[in-house]
């Protein structure tokens, strides 16, 4: 569904994978103009499977009576209390090699290379950003940074605005979302909420601690102490849309 989304945008859409885009992360990619990987990016994993319990033993051993109506040969396929039968067996893995075809013809069409090519690289096996390169899954190594560049410089007149998404609170709304949850502290987790609420309590406000990966930040006033936590997250690899 998000690969049909995103063809249906009718924009170029270049990619940037951060430390792992594999299996469905590769199928929704496959389609961009560009893809950018880092080269210790996890990325690969063409292929599918599936799980079919065969509860019937435990009820059996804890004296569970289960009773079916079926209306057809494959109508309990997917019923955990019914005995896999050989019809079964067969619908069950022609599914799984029909979502293994179709995978294999996305990435075929998406990155130009033959089934014969697709398969030779796909098998659910993983690669790093540096093998995907040599076998044709990315087109470069790089990061977000370098991804924007391409985009600006190939699809925009270069001075494009870049919008992310979903987009940073504002100090009020990250403000109000804590306290709506009822948290005796207030946990922002933008940069530029930090930055905003820093702004804000200007002149009331003094740097108290940094810890690692956290600032803390005690504001003293009549109303008591405020505490402003905020902790560092790496950003996930992300797909982009450019449009002036």
Partial sequence: AILEECKDLQKPIVCSMGNYAASGGYYVASHSRRIFALPNTITGSIGIFNVRL????????????????????????????????KAMYSHFYRNIDRGYDSFKEIVSSGRGLSMEEVEAIAQGRVWTGGQALEIGLVDEIGGISRAVSYAKHHFTSGNAKVEVWPKPLTAREAIMKQLEAGEDQLLV???????????????????????????????????????????????????????E
């Fill in 54 to 85: 065969d509860l019937t033993g435990m009820a059996s051993q804890y004296g569970i009576n289960v009773q079916h109506v079926s209306t057809g040969t494959l109508s309990q396929v997917n019923n955990p209390f019914h005995p896999m039968t």
């Fill in 189 to 243: 987790d933008s940069p530029s909420v930090w930055e905003g609420l820093v702004s804000f309590l200007a002149g009331h406000v003094e740097m108290d601690k940094v810890a690692a990966g956290q600032n803390v930040c005690t504001s003293h006033s009549g109303l008591g102490t405020l505490r402003l936590n905020t902790t560092h997250h790496h950003s996930p690899g992300m797909m982009l849309t450019m449009d």
